[in-house]
């Protein structure tokens, strides 16, 4: 839960904010991450000392629901010479470390990031008549911090959100959330790191697609550049009703079209709903990826593989010339290249009574023919890693949120990878990588998947069969899905005949 009320208010746990007329005593008492970000805020609105805040009731370290212990709550007057209207601008304080005493991040050093090493901030248009700010973006920004908090996977420029719902529970169109660097706010160095600040900016349903195809840069530019859509400063108007490609048509094929055949897509990698089977073996084998055991106890994915994983999902904003699956390292890195401590909660890494095999005694095996699952939403996105990855000698990586399996698609061009032009289909424990498909490149797969799934096989390319799938989650309401059967060119005899 939490409450509104002036930063200046007096409370338990947090003094008046500090400023240049704030009694010594306040100032020395005043947590020192969070007077650092006060600064910052304090630099763009000197006129507003004690802005509004939502502030959690109780705190996430004394066992709250919510991460961030505060929310100000900011009126800019923005720029109307310059396209940019008035707004409100929303400020988060816990995704940083504020206090430096090991009470929710660990203190790692000054030279590396605070915490995680950003804030995030939201610019809303303001209606006409508005006197107050509305405090759904504070529940929206505590909602992606907990996401933060309990995956630990850090938030880069660039970055997309999928909501799947209008983000103040309205009926507008603006139902996911891109991620940009905030165009006022500098970062700023604390005593326990550096902060820098992260702005979600509210987008179309077709909007998030488009960055999802080629990149969530390229679409930030553009809506740059309307200023209905965002302006320059990319100000949220919930109550937009048109996506930047119906206001300007040319957008779509001459800006992001040519940006995805000339620069593929930057997204590596996905938490979905997925799963493989391998079809060269029963499943009861002792040795199959899906049942591997040590005594009595069903294996999970060790370390070293969650880290290889997280990582290729992490680094989807890294555009190499040469890719190269990231190395086996116990070491992670969040998007801003630093070090990260251990992992305090971890999803993947959680306590459970669940035996780790180590990666060393772990067996790579070759399959010779393997069944893909995806949900509907997940199984969309394969056009995106056949044309927006692999064509362009990239990989792309589908990691499970019901269990430990992940799915990742190499090109030829990516280094580090077990599977291999001999044996497209390797299986490393539960992590199965798929060597460019051999189908990938053709025509009619793609436009397979912009059909409907069917309980039958919709087509046969190749020793490749497409299904529709019905997913195992049907039950719980969830859509359909898509199945693939892939079998090795060189040793599997066809399933059928070409397909459309």
Not at 33 to 56: F, K, M
Not at 57 to 82: E, H, T
Not at 182 to 211: K, R, W
Not at 424 to 433: D, I, N, R, S, T
């Amino acid at each position: 839960m939490a409450e509104l009320r002036p930063s200046g208010a007096p409370g338990p746990t947090a003094p008046p904010a500090p400023g240049p007329t704030a009694p010594p005593a306040f100032a020395s008492l005043f947590p020192p991450g969070l007077h650092a970000i006060y600064g910052e805020c304090r630099r763009l609105y000197p006129d507003q000392p004690n802005p509004l805040q939502v502030t959690a009731i109780v705190k996430y370290w004394l066992g709250g629901p919510d991460p961030l212990d505060y929310v100000s709550m900011y009126r800019n007057v923005g720029s109307p010479s310059a396209n940019i209207p008035e707004h409100w601008h929303y400020v988060s304080f816990g995704l940083s470390d504020l206090y430096g005493d090991n009470r929710v991040h660990e203190f790692t050093g000054t030279d590396g990031p605070s915490g995680f090493g950003f804030e995030l901030t939201f610019r809303l248009k303001r209606e006409t008549g508005e006197s107050a700010p509305p405090t759904w973006p504070a529940e929206l920004m505590q909602g992606l911090a907990r996401y933060v908090f309990q995956s630990e996977n850090t938030f880069c420029s660039g970055d997309h959100v999928s909501w799947h719902s209008p983000l103040d529970n309205s009926e507008s169109r603006i139902q996911h959330m891109l991620l940009t660097e905030d165009p006022q706010m500098q970062p700023v160095q604390t005593p326990f790191g550096v902060v820098t600040f992260l702005q979600i900016v509210g987008v179309c349903t077709e909007e998030l697609h488009s960055a999802q195809q080629w990149n969530g840069q390229g679409i930030l530019e553009l809506l740059r550049t309307v200023p209905v859509a965002g302006g320059p400063w990319l100000i949220t108007d919930m109550r937009r009703g048109e996506t930047i490609f119906e206001i300007d048509p040319h957008l779509q094929q001459e800006r992001v079209d040519k940006g995805i055949e000339t620069d593929g897509s930057n997204l590596s990698g996905v938490s979905a709903k997925c799963a493989w089977d391998d079809l060269s073996r029963p499943p009861e084998d002792d040795e199959d990826s899906r049942s591997i055991c040590v005594g009595t106890q069903p294996r999970r994915l060790s370390g070293k593989d969650t880290e290889q994983i997280r990582e290729t999902l992490r680094r989807g904003l890294e555009i190499n010339s040469k890719p190269v699956l990231p190395p086996i390292n116990p070491q992670r890195q969040n998007g801003l290249a630093h070090d990260r401590a251990p992992s305090r909660k971890d999803s993947l890494e959680s306590d459970s009574s669940t035996a780790i095999i180590p990666h060393e005694l772990i067996r790579t095996r070759q399959l010779e023919s393997v069944h893909l699952k995806f949900n509907q939403e997940s199984g969309a996105l394969i056009p995106l890693c056949l044309r927006g990855r692999l064509l362009h000698g990239r990989h792309f990586t589908y990691k499970s949120i019901t269990g430990d399996m992940a799915i990742t698609f190499v090109s030829t061009g990516v280094e580090g990878a077990f599977a291999t032009e001999e044996h497209p289909y390797a299986a490393h424990g539960p992590w199965l990588q798929v060597r460019r498909p051999f189908f990938y490149s053709l025509p009619s797969f793609h436009r397979l998947f912009l059909a409907h799934p069917s309980s039958s096989p919709l087509a046969t390319l190749g020793g490749v069969s497409l299904w529709g799938w019905l997913s195992p989650w049907e039950s719980a309401g969830l859509p359909r899905g898509l199945g693939l059967d892939l079998q090795s060119p060189v040793r599997a005899t066809p399933l059928g005949q070409g397909g459309p």
